[in-house]
């Protein structure tokens, strides 16, 4: 596919667009940290508000007294589950309504049953002590392999999983037992195919559970306010809620004109659209009180998981050349507490490593298992979740037939336009071509390279396909004013930095520089680019291509007129316009064009006129739409067009347990490189997070009582600066996908959970479950 539908979309000279190092527009208040999140907001007159947390892993309130706690000086209001306006707070979504705010606590530190607000966040830590909590203790499971079994306590009754927001396939699952829901997928003839096989393999995999790291905790300051333009009846002003206000809008019944976020930074974490209920709660709060309210998170508070834990047990069949004709799938994945995304669960196996192949015979079947172990709000950075499912059966396809994985994965690997096509996917084929002299690629097996220094050394492989998520559509607009080109958008930015790639693009349809667009944030414009993933960036720059393409025939069309009729002056001291070199020449749009910020003659470009000087009168263009679908909303694997590679080099210390990465190489195909620097960042942030859930992050709870012993971050361990190794790029730019000038994106495509889990095995010839940490090295050597 290329970009055939948009205008321009097979432009072939580029100034602007994929230009390095223009700096986003709002980096500099980042940088300096001016830059106001939720959370960094205070006001005049100001309360705060803070929730009853859970201690225990799963208990009821079964009552609350709250004498002492109002009788405490500077106690302003306290609210419980049972209070009217909480009640009225009930949020729908899948199956029937469900309370805001509930007496059962699901996971030690979940909001509960009360809520404080006081002068200081002091006085509400003070009040919420004084509060006498009859609590009821409930049994908990935080371990899924436990709470499975038949005579596990079943912990929560009601409506199995909620089906993924793909499309699961699953339409004949065996009803929910216990603590455990099922989703199955059956593609093919599983039997056939194995029947088909010379070889048959059977692993496990474990993915891990990760949260990674929140840098600005959630939380929200909210009042209410006179509002001229919209009486009558006050106006919410919120800051801190995220992406957009629409969601706070609904939720108290609030036309969007009476809803004002305009704080323009979103704290949070990749991909997690998920609202906190401190960012929910304030305007309630004020509206009760007649004053500001602030609630906001601790940093102990955000340990949400990014990735859910899960255990594969894999059985493959394939041929002697190493061509899978059978994949039977059994996962074991963690449901989390209610409300969780169905990422990570049933979420997976609509899109997913199989689809890629050419073997048809798949079957995937899963248990679900509630758990009190913690909540997935929306989204996270692996995603499909069992991708490395896919580089794990390759690998080890390679392993029993001694040959290398690069060459398992293009045996398996099927055409661009389905499982049936024989042909090689140009994009997959450039990157592994790329990708093996960027790392100077020589396979060895398992277990048989010793490094100089006399640790064993480890490489791997994996592929994936750069995906745009397309399900969004944009509204965009673009408005010329007094010389000026304004690209008016929606904040809060969500980090991607889309909005600079559709000044861009807007630059580079006008024959401007990056800095003469004035990008506008303002909450009351309608656009915004934020889609599935690298949809937001792409497709959003896409439909404002097309827009731009309409302010420019508009632009052509004024200066031809203005030439002809100069307008008048306007001022007292006004001059006229000199005469335009245009006039008498009996021009058409299609004779003009801009570069270099002037309006010019096609057929000789050194006639020319600034376009300030040409065009005088103020011009808009608006443009509602979207690209073509992508091939992955299309097939969800099915179809390829841009592809990725990503290799991993270890050393193994086999006396210490200790594993140095040497160094991570990319090679991935976006399609067309719209801004250089969000891709470069793109790709160094998701190899920080695959190696941090590989070798150093871990939940760890008490199973007596389901405590989480991990939510600090010092017994939490992340990567820091000096621990990340230097990640080599390399980007290809096929133009094969159908977004902006045929990009596709890159998404969070790269993310792992065992590029370096393999890499480990390959140098030591034994299995490590992640995270791999050094007592876990050695206690798989015998060593421990």
Same mark, same amino acid.
């Given at each position: 596919?290329?970009?055939?539908?948009?205008?321009?979309?097979?432009?072939?000279?580029?100034?602007?667009?994929?230009?390095?190092?223009?700096?986003?527009?709002?980096?500099?208040?980042?940088?300096?940290?001016?830059?106001?999140?939720?959370?960094?907001?205070?006001?005049?007159?100001?309360?705060?508000?803070?929730?009853?947390?859970?201690?225990?892993?799963?208990?009821?309130?079964?009552?609350?007294?709250?004498?002492?706690?109002?009788?405490?000086?500077?106690?302003?209001?306290?609210?419980?589950?049972?209070?009217?306006?909480?009640?009225?707070?009930?949020?729908?979504?899948?199956?029937?309504?469900?309370?805001?705010?509930?007496?059962?606590?699901?996971?030690?530190?979940?909001?509960?049953?009360?809520?404080?607000?006081?002068?200081?966040?002091?006085?509400?830590?003070?009040?919420?002590?004084?509060?006498?909590?009859?609590?009821?203790?409930?049994?908990?499971?935080?371990?899924?392999?436990?709470?499975?079994?038949?005579?596990?306590?079943?912990?929560?009754?009601?409506?199995?999983?909620?089906?993924?927001?793909?499309?699961? $396939?699953? =339409? &004949? +699952?065996?009803?929910?037992?216990?603590?455990?829901? @099922? #989703?199955?997928?059956?593609? /093919?003839?599983?039997?056939?195919?194995?029947?088909?096989?010379?070889?048959?393999?059977?692993?496990?995999?474990?993915?891990?559970?990760?949260?990674?790291?929140?840098?600005?905790?959630?939380?929200?300051?909210?009042?209410?306010?006179?509002?001229?333009?919209?009486?009558?009846?006050?106006?919410?002003?919120?800051?801190?809620?995220?992406?957009?206000?629409?969601?706070?809008?609904?939720?108290?019944?609030?036309?969007?004109?009476?809803?004002?976020?305009?704080?323009?930074?979103?704290?949070?974490?990749?991909?997690?659209?998920?609202?906190?209920?401190?960012?929910?709660?304030?305007?309630?709060?004020?509206?009760?009180?007649?004053?500001?309210?602030?609630?906001?998170?601790?940093?102990?508070?955000?340990?949400?998981?990014?990735?859910?834990?899960?255990?594969?047990?894999?059985?493959? $069949?394939? =041929? &002697? +050349?190493?061509?899978?004709?059978?994949?039977?799938? @059994? #996962?074991?994945?963690?449901? /989390?507490?209610?409300?969780?995304?169905?990422?990570?669960?049933?979420?997976?196996?609509?899109?997913?490593?199989?689809?890629?192949?050419?073997?048809?015979?798949?079957?995937?079947?899963?248990?679900?298992?509630?758990?009190?172990?913690?909540?997935?709000?929306?989204?996270?950075?692996?995603?499909?979740?069992?991708?490395?499912?896919?580089?794990?059966?390759?690998?080890?396809?390679?392993?029993?037939?001694?040959?290398?994985?690069?060459?398992?994965?293009?045996?398996?690997?099927?055409?661009?336009?389905?499982?049936?096509?024989?042909?090689?996917?140009?994009?997959?084929?450039?990157?592994?071509?790329?990708?093996?002299?960027?790392?100077?690629?020589?396979?060895?097996?398992?277990?048989?390279?010793?490094?100089?220094?006399?640790?064993?050394?480890?490489?791997?492989?994996?592929?994936?396909?750069?995906?745009?998520?397309?399900?969004?559509?944009?509204?965009?607009?673009?408005?010329?004013?007094?010389?000026?080109?304004?690209?008016?958008?929606?904040?809060?930015?969500?980090?991607?930095?889309?909005?600079?790639?559709?000044?861009?693009?807007?630059?580079?349809?006008?024959?401007?520089?990056?800095?003469?667009?004035?990008?506008?944030?303002?909450?009351?414009?309608?656009?915004?680019?934020?889609?599935?993933?690298?949809?937001?960036?792409?497709?959003?720059?896409?439909?404002?291509?097309?827009?731009?393409?309409?302010?420019?025939?508009?632009?052509?069309?004024?200066?031809?007129?203005?030439?002809?009729?100069?307008?008048?002056?306007?001022?007292?001291?006004?001059?006229?316009?000199?005469?335009?070199?245009?006039?008498?020449?009996?021009?058409?749009?299609?004779?003009?064009?801009?570069?270099?910020?002037?309006?010019?003659?096609?057929?000789?470009?050194?006639?020319?006129?600034?376009?300030?000087?040409?065009?005088?009168?103020?011009?808009?263009?608006?443009?509602?739409?979207?690209?073509?679908?992508?091939?992955?909303?299309?097939?969800?694997?099915?179809?390829?067009?841009?592809?990725?590679?990503?290799?991993?080099?270890?050393?193994?210390?086999?006396?210490?347990?200790?594993?140095?990465?040497?160094?991570?190489?990319?090679?991935?195909?976006?399609?067309?490189?719209?801004?250089?620097?969000?891709?470069?960042?793109?790709?160094?942030?998701?190899?920080?997070?695959?190696?941090?859930?590989?070798?150093?992050?871990?939940?760890?709870?008490?199973?007596?009582?389901?405590?989480?012993?991990?939510?600090?971050?010092?017994?939490?361990?992340?990567?820091?600066?000096?621990?990340?190794?230097?990640?080599?790029?390399?980007?290809?730019?096929?133009?094969?996908?159908?977004?902006?000038?045929?990009?596709?994106?890159?998404?969070?495509?790269?993310?792992?959970?065992?590029?370096?889990?393999?890499?480990?095995?390959?140098?030591?010839?034994?299995?490590?479950?992640?995270?791999?940490?050094?007592?876990?090295?050695?206690?798989?050597?015998?060593?421990?």
């Amino acid at each position: 596919m290329a970009d055939l539908a948009g205008v321009n979309g097979q432009r072939e000279h580029f100034r602007v667009v994929g230009k390095p190092n223009l700096p986003g527009r709002l980096s500099y208040a980042l940088a300096t940290g001016i830059a106001k999140f939720g959370i960094d907001y205070v006001l005049p007159n100001m309360l705060h508000a803070k929730f009853l947390r859970s201690p225990y892993a799963h208990a009821k309130v079964v009552s609350v007294e709250t004498t002492k706690a109002w009788a405490l000086p500077g106690v302003v209001d306290i609210l419980t589950w049972e209070d009217e306006d909480l009640i009225k707070l009930s949020t729908g979504g899948f199956g029937p309504p469900k309370p805001w705010l509930d007496n059962i606590a699901h996971e030690e530190g979940a909001e509960v049953a009360v809520i404080v607000v006081a002068e200081s966040e002091e006085i509400c830590d003070e009040a919420l002590r004084l509060l006498e909590v009859e609590w009821e203790i409930l049994p908990h499971i935080v371990d899924i392999l436990e709470g499975r079994k038949p005579d596990a306590p079943v912990i929560r009754e009601g409506l199995p999983e909620i089906p993924s927001m793909f499309g699961m $396939g699953g =339409k &004949d +699952n065996p009803p929910k037992k216990g603590n455990v829901s @099922y #989703s199955y997928v059956i593609d /093919g003839d599983i039997e056939a195919g194995f029947k088909e096989a010379d070889h048959i393999i059977e692993f496990n995999l474990t993915i891990p559970a990760f949260a990674s790291h929140m840098p600005n905790p959630p939380g929200s300051v909210a009042w209410w306010e006179d509002d001229p333009y919209h009486a009558p009846g006050k106006t919410l002003r919120i800051e801190g809620a995220v992406q957009r206000r629409e969601q706070i809008a609904a939720m108290y019944g609030l036309p969007l004109e009476k809803t004002v976020q305009k704080g323009l930074f979103q704290g949070g974490k990749y991909c997690d659209w998920g609202m906190r209920r401190s960012q929910e709660i304030t305007p309630l709060l004020a509206k009760r009180t007649g004053r500001p309210v602030r609630c906001v998170n601790t940093r102990e508070q955000t340990y949400d998981f990014l990735m859910k834990q899960r255990y594969m047990y894999l059985k493959v $069949g394939f =041929k &002697d +050349n190493g061509l899978i004709t059978a994949i039977d799938d @059994y #996962s074991i994945a963690d449901g /989390g507490v209610p409300g969780s995304s169905t990422f990570g669960t049933s979420g997976d196996q609509s899109y997913g490593p199989y689809y890629t192949f050419r073997c048809k015979n798949i079957r995937q079947r899963m248990e679900i298992v509630d758990s009190n172990r913690g909540k997935m709000y929306v989204s996270g950075q692996h995603c499909p979740f069992n991708w490395d499912a896919g580089t794990m059966a390759i690998y080890l396809i390679a392993e029993k037939l001694g040959k290398d994985p690069i060459e398992i994965a293009k045996i398996n690997l099927h055409g661009p336009t389905s499982q049936d096509d024989p042909n090689p996917v140009p994009s997959f084929e450039a990157c592994l071509e790329e990708g093996k002299k960027l790392m100077n690629w020589n396979w060895h097996p398992a277990g048989t390279k010793r490094l100089p220094d006399g640790r064993m050394h480890g490489a791997s492989f994996r592929y994936q396909i750069c995906p745009r998520h397309a399900f969004s559509g944009y509204d965009c607009k673009l408005e010329y004013q007094n010389g000026v080109v304004h690209l008016p958008t929606q904040g809060p930015v969500t980090g991607m930095y889309a909005v600079e790639v559709n000044a861009m693009v807007v630059a580079e349809e006008l024959g401007l520089e990056y800095e003469d667009i004035s990008i506008d944030f303002d909450y009351r414009e309608k656009f915004t680019p934020v889609g599935g993933g690298s949809d937001g960036t792409t497709a959003s720059a896409w439909a404002m291509k097309e827009c731009a393409h309409i302010l420019k025939q508009r632009l052509l069309e004024a200066a031809i007129e203005e030439a002809e009729n100069p307008p008048r002056p306007t001022g007292m001291f006004a001059m006229p316009k000199p005469p335009s070199p245009f006039k008498g020449m009996n021009l058409k749009p299609e004779d003009l064009d801009l570069m270099d910020g002037k309006v010019v003659l096609k057929s000789d470009p050194s006639i020319g006129v600034p376009l300030a000087e040409a065009v005088t009168k103020n011009i808009f263009a608006t443009y509602s739409g979207r690209p073509p679908d992508a091939l992955w909303s299309l097939g969800m694997g099915r179809m390829l067009d841009t592809m990725n590679t990503a290799f991993c080099e270890v050393a193994v210390d086999t006396e210490t347990g200790e594993v140095e990465i040497l160094r991570f190489g990319v090679v991935a195909d976006p399609g067309k490189i719209m801004r250089l620097t969000s891709l470069e960042s793109q790709i160094d942030q998701v190899m920080y997070f695959s190696q941090g859930c590989q070798l150093l992050e871990d939940f760890v709870y008490d199973k007596k009582t389901g405590v989480k012993l991990h939510t600090n971050m010092i017994d939490y361990k992340k990567p820091g600066v000096l621990d990340v190794p230097h990640v080599e790029r390399k980007f290809l730019e096929t133009r094969a996908g159908n977004a902006a000038y045929g990009a596709s994106g890159i998404s969070h495509s790269l993310a792992n959970t065992h590029l370096v889990i393999i890499a480990i095995h390959n140098a030591i010839g034994v299995w490590v479950d992640p995270p791999a940490t050094p007592d876990k090295v050695l206690k798989a050597l015998g060593k421990a």
